[in-house]
Nanobody
């Protein structure tokens, strides 16, 4: 059974930092591209950062220089370090594991709120 369990969300002031973690189980982690996506109220879910077994594949322009994605292939985890957070980063953040269209999994999401 595939499981993606996110943690690390919360309320933070503008300029602050958070680190999201996703613990994966139930599939061969090294075969999957892992990613973090976000969905703000009234908006579509969009990619924040994506990483393959070999390293980072994509980082959204809006977070470049502020967010860093990393994965630990020994521990089956993928993290998102978020620095210099802005109110517009407020969203539910989802962990994703994808090998192909038939093997595409989502976590339950974790809320990130950036507000003073």
């Amino acid at each position: 059974q595939v499981q993606l369990v996110e943690s690390g969300g919360g309320l933070v002031q503008p300029g602050g930092s958070l680190r999201l973690s996703c613990a994966a189980s139930g599939f061969t982690f090294s075969n999957y591209v892992m990613g973090w996506y976000c969905q703000a109220p009234g908006k579509q879910r969009e990619a924040v950062a994506v990483i393959s077994y070999g390293g980072s594949l994509y980082v959204a322009d809006s977070v470049k220089g502020r967010f860093t994605i990393s994965r630990d292939n020994a521990k089956n985890t993928v993290d998102l370090q978020m620095n210099s957070l802005k109110p517009e980063d407020t969203a539910v953040y989802y962990c994703n594991a994808r090998r192909d269209s038939s093997n595409n999994y989502w976590g339950q999401g974790t809320q990130v709120t950036v507000s003073s």
